[in-house]
């Protein structure tokens, strides 16, 4: 079966901890992406990677951290950096292809206590 | 402004109506367009990609205006299960492949 699996579900952390989200997906895509979604909001992109070993930063890197060693995994670790962690993160994937259809994992609920 | 505009509604339509939502892009260089659906609490789910000379999948229809820089979706014959958010996307294509969203219509089907 293929797809995007991302954990946890849901998250809880204290105010100063740094803490990591997994993203993997088993679809043989080359690009992967995590975006942000505040209630009420559309998607905002953190962080993209086109290829292995290479990632860019995108409109609200601040506060967060990825890494991309392996094709199929790109965990995204949000920092104590990060004013305002709240939020519902989504891990996307897509093929090399020019129409970049995106396929979207089902999410991680961070809540900062 | 922002880079992709849409109403946010909510549109209240009866079952079997027919609805439609426009979203608007400020990038005249996008290549890709792409309508989502999103349910409450959950992924977005590709609901159709937009080409250029249009596409329709069963009561869905799908249109790209580029002079006006701006999508559509249709929805004929709407059901209950069609209540969702409906997120439109577009590739800027300037070297980044990532989509830009829109905050998304919130579409509520009543009996």
């Known amino acids: 079966d293929g797809g995007i699996t991302q954990s946890p579900k849901y998250l809880f952390r204290k105010e100063g901890q740094n803490v990591t989200l997994s993203c993997e997906q088993n679809?043989?895509?080359?690009?992967m992406y995590w975006y942000r979604q505040d209630p009420g909001q559309g998607l905002r992109l953190i962080y993209y990677?086109?290829?292995?070993?290479?990632?860019q930063k995108g409109d609200i890197a601040e506060g967060y951290s990825v890494s991309r060693e392996k094709k199929e995994s790109f965990p995204l670790t949000v920092t104590s950096a990060q004013k305002n962690p709240t939020a519902f993160y989504l891990c996307?994937?897509?093929?090399?292809?020019?129409?970049?259809?995106?396929?979207f994992g089902p999410g991680t609920r961070l809540t900062v206590l | 402004r922002k880079e992709v505009e849409q109403d946010p509604g909510p549109f209240n339509v009866p079952e079997g109506a027919t609805v439609a939502f426009n979203c608007t892009y400020s990038?005249?260089?996008?290549?890709?367009f792409f309508w989502y659906r999103q349910d409450c609490r959950k992924e977005p789910k590709l609901l159709m990609s937009?080409?250029?000379s249009g596409n329709e999948d069963g009561r869905f229809t799908a249109q790209l205006n580029r002079a006006s820089q701006y999508i559509s979706l249709l929805i004929r014959d709407s059901k209950l299960s069609d209540s969702a958010t409906y997120l439109c996307?577009?590739?800027?294509?300037?070297?980044?492949?990532?989509?830009?969203f829109g905050s998304g219509t919130r579409l509520q089907v009543q009996p």
């Open positions: 996307a994937s897509s093929d090399d292809s020019s129409y970049n259809e995106q396929f």
């Open positions: 679809l043989n895509h080359d690009a």
């Open positions: 990677s086109q290829i292995v070993n290479d990632f």
């Open positions: 990038n005249s260089a996008s290549q890709s």
């Open positions: 937009v080409y250029s």
């Open positions: 996307a577009v590739n800027g294509y300037t070297g980044r492949r990532a989509l830009t």
